[in-house]
Every structure is written in structure tokens, then in C-alpha cells.
């Protein structure tokens, strides 16, 4: 029996920081471009590599708060998908769905870190996913996979978490947002949860409407409840009755990458300790706040007892109850 099965793609991540002051570094804030000499070499001030892409980060972060968890994806021949398995591993993270497709590669991200801000040069593999059947589990987690397979894919978890009657949390790709949100539909009816960001949601609303009106277009999709986060300006619950808003700990960011994949993890494991919508929005901020403080989507995850360590020397933000109708 596990807590918590996730399904979806796992990646390489290589995370490169170059200096804050460098001289031949430049940002154009206006037209949100990085400017880089041509055909120079850069000198960085930080590299590593680990394995990461939603499912793997989720599924690493619930581990370490206690869960016992297991990944469903698929890793390509070579040495990255070694690193990825054995990061898994490391990481306390079930074996049992990992797939192994030698004819193809793994997929592979470099995260170019400046100032906070990252930019990301990105490898997919365009992937077909065969899911085997899964053993009980009380949640399981959809998230960003490869869109020639995807359908399929969502299909056969919507399927199997129904047969389990475990608890379905979502949180859609890049890939799967492009594709509109009524592309989704089927999904958004089966989850008990949507995690997204606003930008994501705003995206897939196609408009920018307020508050409560963002978190109810999903809630009319079926989506049992919606948290939508929004960097320092805090996180959105909405489940269709009551909606909160959280404030983010204010803390130095070094880099933002994971820090939602850590909020829904700390979300996911509060509840599955049976506590509180309050709780568990602190959970997912405290995890995303420890997350941005350092560089990569790992490094900074919290387990139970750092998490409380946490709360204890950082001022908790307001959850406020905010008016439905």
C-alpha cells in the first residue's frame, strides 16, 4: 500500500548560476530577454545536476515528509537516466513503475540561473506510456508528460485511481496547458485536487479575471479543489464552498525553480496527515519557501522535523477566509 503513486516524465536537470555582477551579462527587463556575447566563453559560479521534472521532484518532496511513494515513468538508455534512477533511489522513492525504454534517450534540462530568474533549454522525447497496473494507494499524483502521449496516459490514471479509489491531484505540464483547457476536461471531473500557477491558469482560462473567479473556472470543470499559486503573493484555495488566500513567507529567493512542485508536495502530505486547509497551506509555503533559497528543486526540501523547525523560527502568513459568491 502506498500513500502516494506519481505519474509522469523525470528529467535530468542541470542547474548553472552565472555571477549577479557579471560584466558581460545583461538583462533587457522590457522585452524579458537574457543577453549573452556570441561564441564567448562564460564563466559560472555554480553548477549541478540532479534528477528532477514534476513527478520526480513531487514524489522526492513527499518522501522525505514521511509518505511512502512511487514514481510511474520512463527513462531512455545512457547515463542520465542512471542518475535519475538512482536519485530516485537515494531519495526513498519506490521502483516499482519505473520504466526503462533503451531505445531512446532520457530527458534532459539546463536551468540557467541569473539574479533569481531562470531560463531553461529543454530536451523532450516524444513518448507513447504503457501504465501498469498500480497496487492501493491513497493519492496519485498526474503531471507534466509528454503531449503524444498524454491522453492515454491521463486516460488510463483516471481509470485505475477510480478502480483504487484513491484521491487524483493534478498538475498539468507545459505541454498540456498548450493543448487549452478543454483538452483537460476529463481530468480537471476526476481531481480531487488542481495544482497550477497563475500565469498556467490564467493561460488555460484564456483571460486574466480576479481572484475567485479564476479558482471557479476550474471548479465548474469538477475539480474538487483548487489551489492556484502566485510567487510572493501568496496561494488561492478554492473548493467550490470556501476560498482562502495565504501569504508567502518572505524569505531571500536564489531561485525559483521547484518551488511549486514543494507547495504541492507539503499540501499533499498535510492533508494525508488528516489536518487542515490552514495547515496545509502553510505546509505547501513553508516547503516552497525553504525550496528558493537555494539552487535547484531538492536541495532545500523540508522533512516533518524541519518543517516544524520552520515554523518555529519564521513568521507564519495570514490565511485569510475570503468571501464566496
Not at 291 to 301: N, P, R, S, Y
Amino acid at each position: 500500500m502506498f500513500d502516494l503513486i506519481t505519474v509522469g516524465d523525470a528529467t535530468l536537470d542541470t542547474f548553472v548560476r552565472l555571477p549577479q555582477k557579471h560584466t558581460v551579462v545583461s538583462v533587457d527587463q522590457e522585452a524579458r530577454m537574457l543577453n549573452l556575447p556570441f561564441g564567448e566563453k562564460i564563466p559560472v559560479d555554480h553548477f549541478s545536476q540532479s534528477a528532477g521534472g514534476n513527478a520526480v521532484n513531487v514524489a522526492t518532496a513527499t518522501a522525505k515528509l514521511g509518505m511512502k511513494t512511487a514514481i510511474f515513468t520512463v527513462l531512455g538508455s545512457g547515463l542520465s537516466g542512471k542518475v535519475v534512477h538512482d536519485d530516485l533511489i537515494r531519495a526513498n522513492v519506490a521502483e516499482s513503475y519505473i520504466v526503462h525504454d533503451r531505445k531512446t534517450r532520457t530527458n534532459n534540462s539546463i536551468l540557467l540561473n541569473y539574479r533569481g530568474e531562470r531560463t531553461v533549454l529543454s530536451y523532450h522525447v516524444e513518448r507513447s506510456y504503457l501504465l501498469p497496473k498500480l497496487k492501493p494507494t491513497t493519492w496519485v499524483y498526474l503531471t507534466s508528460a509528454s503531449a503524444k502521449g498524454f491522453a492515454r496516459l491521463a486516460k488510463d490514471t483516471v481509470v485505475q485511481a477510480g478502480y483504487l479509489n484513491a484521491k487524483l491531484a493534478f498538475n498539468p505540464g507545459s505541454q498540456q496547458i498548450a493543448k487549452g483547457i478543454k483538452e483537460l476536461a476529463s481530468v480537471l471531473a476526476a481531481s480531487e485536487v488542481l495544482f497550477i500557477n497563475r500565469q498556467e491558469a490564467e493561460r488555460l482560462v484564456g483571460k486574466k479575471p480576479k481572484d475567485l473567479l479564476l479558482t471557479k473556472a476550474f471548479i465548474r470543470y469538477g475539480a474538487k479543489i483548487v489551489v492556484i499559486t502566485d510567487g510572493t503573493r501568496g496561494t488561492l484555495l478554492c473548493d467550490g464552498e470556501k476560498f482562502f488566500h495565504c501569504g508567502a513567507y518572505k524569505v531571500k529567493t536564489i531561485a525559483q525553480t521547484g518551488a511549486g512542485d514543494a507547495h504541492a508536495a507539503g499540501f499533499i502530505a498535510a492533508l494525508a496527515r488528516g489536518l487542515t486547509y490552514t495547515d496545509a497551506l502553510h505546509w505547501g509555503a513553508a516547503n516552497a519557501a525553504s525550496v528558493v533559497q537555494k539552487i535547484g528543486t531538492q536541495e532545500g526540501l523540508l522533512n516533518a522535523r524541519a518543517m516544524e523547525h520552520f515554523f518555529r523560527t519564521h513568521s507564519m502568513p495570514n490565511v485569510r477566509q475570503l468571501l464566496y459568491g
